[in-house]
């Protein structure tokens, strides 16, 4: 909750003021901002924001997820399956469009892809087309749930082709 985030900062100030010692916080900006604007009022501008911020954290330092290079992980991910670098990159790039490059949700995609991947071994994810299908589906479910819902509420429009004109 962003005004206890706050709180738990101030409190840290207090207490984290030891000499020849560095604490390393992970902290949500935005939710440090959020709590302050909760906490002091909506008239605080982003300017207080920020001070409150800088009187806490004596070195800032952002996490460059934008430029994660997640191939890797996607193919060290898919070990268990047997994958080539063109249908790494079709992963990849379902991912980036989808839950984005948080290792968090990634790991929660992959748990459940390869679980499903497994219980359908015998049946559908034969192939690579119905596996990325598979992966492109929960990609949908994770991300743009409504849409998924809707689909899943709306299944014989898809098979009678209308899905698109009902949208």
Known sequence: HPGKAVELL?????????????????????????GVKQKYGELIGEEKGKSFFDKIIQVPFKMPVAQYDIKNYVRNSLQAITVSDQEVETYVKLIRKSVGCNPRAMKRLFNAFLLLNKIAANNVAKDDTQRKTLFAILCLQ????SIYNYIIQNAQDCYDGNLLKSL
Do not use: G, N, R
């Open 10 to 34: 101030e409190v840290l100030k207090l207490f984290l003021d030891c000499d020849k010692c560095v604490f390393v916080l992970a902290i949500d900006y935005a939710v440090v901002s959020q």
């Open 142 to 145: 994770l991300s743009f749930e």
